[in-house]
């Protein structure tokens, strides 16, 4: 089974064309927006996962981080079919995206929980 950061960091990076990984870059300021894609728990059947996934967007200003959570959740929201060797079948949001703090606060934090039901390709 692949594995969901695997899956989901490189279409968000090729849908935004923003850095897209499952860890926050060392020049994170530098890079900004940022975009980190994460699983945090959820469910594993024989043929199937459902992971829990935690996406933050980092930003140089609110404004730019909401814009940039708001369309990542709209597009996760539609996604459906074969995204780098996986078959999304279903995405759930389970907390909308949200301001969270930062070490920085000159970097501007959304983040938002979903849950993706997918299987292998």
Avoid at 64 to 82: C, F, I, K, M, W
Avoid at 88 to 115: F, H, K, M, Q
């Amino acid at each position: 089974m692949p594995d969901i950061e695997a899956v989901l960091n490189p279409w968000a990076e090729a849908l935004t064309g923003h850095f897209a990984g499952a860890e926050t870059p060392d020049d994170l300021e530098q890079q900004l927006p940022v975009i980190r894609i994460e699983r945090g728990g959820g469910s594993d059947e024989r043929f199937s996962e459902h992971p829990r996934i935690f996406v933050d967007v980092f930003g140089r200003t609110a404004d730019e981080a909401r814009t940039l959570a708001d369309s990542l959740r709209d597009a996760l929201l539609a996604l459906r079919g074969p995204v780098h060797g996986a078959v999304i079948r279903d995405v759930r949001c389970d907390s909308g995206p949200s301001r969270l703090p930062w070490a920085n606060e000159a970097v501007y934090r959304r983040g938002a929980t979903y849950t993706v039901s997918f299987r292998a390709a």
